[in-house]
C-alpha cells in the first residue's frame, strides 16, 4: 500500500526552525519526484519546495527560496524540508506528495499521485 506520512510539525516562534519529514512506503522513492505543499485556512494549496527524481537540485516557491531546503534520503525512503527563519505568515499545514518520474512544472498539485495527511506548522510568539 502506498502511503506518505508527514511529521515534525508544531509551535515555532517567528525566526525560529522545524524540521519536516516524510516517510514513504509501497514504492521505492527514488523512482518519484517529490513535493511539499502547504495549505493555510481559506487558501489554495501553495508550491514550497520540490526534488526530482534523479536530480539533487531543489525547487523552491518564491515565498520560501532562501529559507527552507529539501533533501531526500532514498535509502531510508524519506524526505525532509529543513526551514529556517520561519515567519508567521509560513503557518499552513504542510503536505508531501510523491509522483513518478519528473514533472515539467512540479508547482500544479494535480499533477501529483499520492499525498500525506499533512503536519501543521504554526509561527507565533
Known amino acids: 500500500q502506498v502511503q506518505l506520512v508527514e511529521s515534525g510539525g508544531g509551535l515555532v516562534q517567528p525566526g525560529g526552525s522545524l524540521r519536516l519529514s516524510c516517510a514513504a512506503s509501497g514504492f521505492n522513492l527514488d523512482e518519484y519526484a517529490v513535493a511539499w505543499f502547504r495549505q493555510a485556512p481559506g487558501k489554495d494549496y501553495e508550491e514550497v519546495s520540490y526534488?526530482?527524481?534523479?536530480?539533487?537540485?531543489?525547487y523552491y516557491g518564491a515565498s520560501v527560496r532562501g529559507r527552507f531546503t529539501i533533501s531526500r534520503d532514498n535509502a531510508k525512503n524519506m524526505v525532509y524540508l529543513q526551514m529556517d527563519s520561519l515567519k508567521s505568515d509560513d503557518k499552513a499545514v504542510y503536505y508531501c506528495?510523491?509522483?513518478?518520474?519528473?514533472?515539467?512544472?512540479?508547482?500544479?498539485?494535480?499533477?501529483?499521485?499520492?499525498w500525506g495527511r499533512g503536519t501543521q506548522v504554526t509561527v507565533s510568539q
Open positions: 526534488s526530482s527524481h534523479g536530480d539533487s537540485t531543489g
Open positions: 506528495a510523491a509522483v513518478w518520474g519528473r514533472l515539467h512544472d512540479w508547482r500544479l498539485p494535480n499533477a501529483y499521485d499520492y
